[in-house]
């Protein structure tokens, strides 16, 4: 059966959801089609089960700093099916009716299946063909990327997929790559009983981040009693009786009852790659970063692009490419994308590190202090915390930002907006900020910036 649309939507994650929402109205007429779940890995395998998986971890810490703020004695029986329900039912109990619901109510058709583009304006699915008449969108971003090692396809190991909605606790879990999702799934395992070792094949663990905010996570990993090894990458992968063993590099060992392979994401070109679309050196759509544009009439939109892998900018180039498609002159803006990792503390970042700012011949001016020291950071008991700015002398603004504090998320909105206007530092140096809030340490940090810009 043939179909014509205005526009077909390839993938009905964050970004599908968010073009159908604002053509709704437009009368142009699109059909989104989806293999799996409509809402794509956000709500079912990703961000929505993993934080709560993370928030789990942290009332049983909450609990346990009882001891030293306000109790004599704590004590608790982790509950572990309590906790798998709960992320299990965040996570819709990975039932998509109501918003493949709330997608066809804006007036999009939902067509499921296994999409594939067979020309720049078909896509076929299963035995049907859909025709766009005025633009494709490619949004059917990525998956867990496995690494090449040997005999780790031999062996029942855990993708996000598994790890997000665990349904058993593991008693040993070695995590393979020492990047956010394994950071962050290591941590809310530990705390819920787990031994956790991580084991990175770099030189550091969140290498995509500053590494001042590494260093300040550290001591907060070790106090959840996870074992970190970095720069020595696992060779081999064996199944030896109940126990999964990896063999590094140097020769160590290390084992495990299950292993999460997190080691990044790959995009899924299967797709669309036969349609002769080009891709980036790492195998994501190749786009126009403004327009969001692969050629005329073909868009990517979300994680396919490879610009970001976060839910909020995927949902950002839904809002993109509809505006495009209404006809209007929308662009990308991708100077100041927010980023948060939600260990505890929380890492959260927007804008250049210092080396990239260098790289991009900036002549820098870099201010760090410890939010612990603050009057909040005491009141808070917490420690070991880090704020990185990074100024451009020449032009005197902010161009990078890196928190790791307690609520380093919420914090983050005011120089996401600093960056993306371009924000005079002197002017941020004259910003009040609530006493005792954590982001008070934004005050005296900007001062100290601006004074190396005037």
């Known amino acids: 059966m043939q179909q014509e649309f205005d526009v077909v939507c390839l993938g009905g994650g964050v970004a599908g959801e968010a073009i159908a929402g604002e053509l709704q109205g437009s009368g142009l007429s699109i059909a989104v089609v989806e293999r799996e779940l409509v809402g794509g890995e956000c709500p079912y395998w990703g961000c929505v089960p993993s934080k709560t998986l993370l928030r789990s971890g942290e009332t049983l810490e909450e609990a346990g700093r009882a001891r030293t703020l306000a109790a004599s004695r704590v004590d608790w029986d982790v509950d572990f099916p309590k906790v798998s329900k709960r992320v299990l039912w965040m996570a819709r109990d990975l039932d998509d009716s109501r918003p493949a619901a709330a997608l066809e109510a804006t007036g999009a058709k939902l067509v499921r299946g296994e999409g594939k583009l067979v020309d720049l304006r078909t896509v076929e699915v299963g035995g049907d063909q859909l025709t766009a008449r005025r633009a494709v969108v490619i949004a059917n971003g990525g998956t867990a990327?496995?690494?090449?090692?040997?005999?780790?396809?031999?062996?029942?190991?855990?993708?996000?997929?598994?790890?997000?909605?665990?349904?058993?606790?593991?008693?040993?879990?070695?995590?393979?790559?020492?990047?956010?999702?394994?950071?962050?799934?290591?941590?809310?395992?530990?705390?819920?009983?787990?031994?956790?070792?991580?084991?990175?094949?770099?030189?550091?663990?969140?290498?995509?981040?500053?590494?001042?905010?590494?260093?300040?996570?550290?001591?907060?990993?070790?106090?959840?009693?996870?074992?970190?090894?970095?720069?020595?990458?696992?060779?081999?992968?064996?199944?030896?009786?109940?126990?999964?063993?990896?063999?590094?590099?140097?020769?160590?060992?290390?084992?495990?009852?299950?292993?999460?392979?997190?080691?990044?994401?790959?995009?899924?070109?299967?797709?669309?790659?036969?349609?002769?679309?080009?891709?980036t050196e790492k195998g994501w759509l190749k786009v126009d970063p403004e327009t969001l544009e692969a050629r005329d009439g073909i868009y990517g939109a979300g994680d396919i692009t490879g610009i970001g892998g976060f839910t909020h900018l995927a949902y950002y180039h839904g809002q993109i490419v509809a505006r495009r498609l209404r006809g209007k002159d929308a662009r990308a803006d991708h100077t100041a994308v927010p980023r948060v990792t939600y260990t505890d503390p929380e890492i959260a970042s927007v804008g250049w590190s210092e080396q990239s700012a260098r790289g991009h011949g900036v002549d820098v001016a870099v201010v760090t202090m410890d939010p612990a020291e603050t009057a909040r950071g005491y009141i808070h008991d917490f420690h070991d915390g880090t704020l990185k700015l990074i100024g451009d002398k020449e032009r005197g603004v902010l161009v990078g930002a890196t928190l790791v504090t307690p609520r380093a998320g919420e914090i983050l909105g005011e120089l996401v907006v600093a960056l993306k206007l371009g924000t005079p530092l002197r002017e941020l140096a004259d910003v009040i900020h609530p006493f005792p809030a954590f982001n008070r340490v934004l005050g005296a940090a900007f001062e100290q910036l601006a004074s190396k810009v005037s």
Do not use: M, Y
Request: charged letters at 20%; one cysteine or more.
């Open 145 to 279: 990327a496995i690494p090449p090692i040997e005999g780790l396809n031999k062996v029942d190991f855990w993708t996000n997929r598994q790890a997000a909605i665990p349904r058993e606790l593991p008693e040993r879990l070695v995590v393979l790559g020492g990047g956010a999702v394994g950071v962050e799934l290591a941590q809310a395992f530990a705390r819920l009983g787990s031994k956790v070792t991580i084991v990175e094949a770099g030189p550091r663990f969140l290498g995509l981040e500053e590494p001042e905010a590494g260093a300040a996570l550290l001591p907060h990993l070790k106090a959840d009693a996870i074992e970190i090894i970095v720069g020595d990458p696992c060779v081999a992968v064996e199944k030896q009786a109940s126990d999964v063993v990896l063999h590094l590099k140097s020769g160590a060992v290390v084992s495990g009852d299950r292993v999460l392979v997190a080691t990044g994401r790959r995009p899924n070109f299967e797709a669309w790659l036969p349609a002769g679309l080009t891709q």
